[in-house]
């Protein structure tokens, strides 16, 4: 796997400066998943199967059109389907494509304590090291879209990587590629971004969808995979798509005030016992305490 | 009064039974791992120390284990201790003169039983944060298992682990320096369980009165 075009921005659990950082900037790539015109057919979560070569798992039928309840550690793109009433009565039958977003400020990178175990390349792709990871699972509690998901055998977690090692050498995500409707679009993210609020225009204007609009939420600094959407003021219709996602607050707290309160305490801590120390040293001399009272009885 | 607190030849008395010293060390030796592994996860200045100790995946596999370890010395001290533990006006005394404590003018100290204030307060604050740290070590020890909808378990566990941590480590760091150096004679107290009278009586007036007034027969030397 050539790494040539994947340079590093961001470095879990990693001390200091990131190595290289700055000295090469990238159009960051981006994935354009158009709800509007998605037919569920499960192209993608084979191709991606396929070229990741993960195995084919246990499929679940609950009367939908959805293969499983959620994504699993080998089962990376997993389409959601949800039959929506609209307030007319008419029915809806909504696809939202279901994979890791690809966060410019990355939850799990965040949260994730093991050095190189997630990075994030200029590129913006968020991707997983799995030789790097110790297996603790911050990484499920920072993000904030349920994406990572941990293998119970190895205790390592996996996730989507879009397609990393394709895009490496100029290729799009396998998903992309194996799309028979053109619902899926890859380049880059100023672009994606121009091409889905065309469409959102277009069926804000010549359709029926007045609230059609763009799904690139900036409580994460934008994603990597943008949807657009029939009606984007609920996007929580769309297999729980969050309205407006961010890192939770107690691991933004944990990783930010905390360690340097924490930090400072400790250090101040030792520091401070160590003057006291020089300045008052022992209550009483060792021995003053360890002699036996010599007929000094009380 | 428990098998301690016998009075021993020249001038001495036991302060801690065997089991005491025991479970005192199995509490301490696994905080000890589990403070240096939770220091690895907590910055990435000290991930070396994971690294050190068998790898950072051994470190994250174990911790939760040395956890349990812990968690079961400080309830076994929570059985023994916490019937000494209660505050006292004594103990408010104390607290409100503890000026005189930090400079060393302990003669102008409220007299102290067994166990000082400060000593009272290490108590309830390591039973305390076990408490917290086992509850949101359980959440963090399968975080994969929680339901999505319960995720607020996980947001929750991450900042009370880490916070009733740190607040251990100020009472670790407290604990240590008393017992190792400010105190001569503390150390070897929980090592072989006895103290000099002079001991008793310089750092716990009120118990060297106790063991002295209820001993049948007056200190060998």
Request: glycine share 10%; charged share 15%.
């Amino acid at each position: 796997m050539s790494q040539a075009t994947l340079r590093v921005q961001k470095i879990s659990g990693h001390a200091g400066t990131v190595p290289g950082e700055d000295t090469q900037r990238e159009y960051a790539v981006c994935k354009l998943i158009d709800t509007t015109t998605c037919i569920g057919c499960k192209a993608c979560e084979v191709a991606c199967m396929e070229w990741n070569d993960l195995p084919f798992g246990e499929t679940t039928f609950d009367n939908t059109y959805q293969t499983m309840p959620e994504t699993r550690w080998n089962y990376w793109n997993l389409i959601l389907f949800n039959e929506h009433q609209a307030e007319d009565g008419s029915l809806m039958w909504l696809m939202r494509k279901n994979q890791c977003m690809h966060c410019a400020d990355p939850g799990c990178l965040a949260a994730c304590p093991a050095d190189g175990a997630i990075v994030q390349y200029t590129n913006g792709i968020v991707d997983f090291q799995q030789a790097n990871c110790i297996g603790c699972g911050y990484c499920i509690t920072g993000c904030p879209f349920d994406i990572p998901k941990m293998n119970p055998k190895t205790n390592r977690v996996f996730k989507c990587t879009l397609c990393s090692d394709r895009v490496s050498e100029g290729l799009e995500p396998a998903c992309i590629k194996s799309c028979p409707t053109g619902c899926l679009h890859f380049g880059s993210k100023e672009d994606m971004l121009d091409q889905a609020e065309h469409r959102a225009k277009q069926l804000r204007e010549h359709s029926n969808y007045p609230h059609a609009g763009v799904y690139d939420p900036q409580g994460v600094g934008g994603t990597g995979v943008v949807y657009v959407l029939h009606d984007a003021t609920q996007p929580e219709l769309y297999g729980g798509l969050p309205s407006n996602p961010s890192i939770p607050w107690t691991v933004k707290l944990w990783k930010g005030p905390l360690k340097w309160l924490g930090n400072v305490a400790m250090v101040g801590g030792l520091i401070g016992l160590f003057v006291h120390y020089l300045r008052f040293g022992p209550k009483a001399r060792e021995e003053e305490d360890m002699q036996p009272h010599e007929g000094k009885e009380p | 009064m428990s098998h301690a607190d016998q009075l021993l030849p020249h001038g001495h008395v036991l302060r801690y039974s065997f089991r005491e010293r025991l479970i005192h060390w199995v509490a301490a030796f696994s905080y000890i791992y589990l403070l240096l592994t939770g220091l690895a996860f907590w910055s990435p200045w000290l991930f070396w120390i994971a690294i050190a100790l068998g790898g950072a995946p051994v470190s994250r596999m174990l911790h939760p284990w040395f956890g349990l370890i812990f968690a079961f010395g400080v309830f076994q001290m929570y059985v023994m201790w916490s019937s000494q533990m209660g505050v006292t006006d004594t103990d408010k005394a104390w607290f409100n003169s503890i000026q005189y404590y930090i400079t060393n003018q302990d003669e102008k100290m409220p007299p102290a039983g067994r166990y000082n204030a400060g000593q009272k307060l290490l108590f309830w604050g390591f039973v305390t944060c076990g408490i917290l740290l086992l509850l949101s070590g359980v959440v963090l020890w399968f975080p994969e298992r929680i339901p999505w909808s319960f995720r607020y378990l996980r947001y929750i566990a991450v900042l009370t682990h880490a916070s009733a941590a740190l607040l251990t480590i100020g009472l670790f760091l407290i604990h240590i320096y008393m017992g190792a150096f400010a105190e001569r004679g503390a150390f070897g107290s929980v090592i072989r369980g006895d103290v000099s009278l002079a001991f008793a009586k310089r750092y716990h007036p009120g118990w060297y009165k106790e063991i002295v007034g209820e001993s049948a027969q007056p200190p060998r030397k």
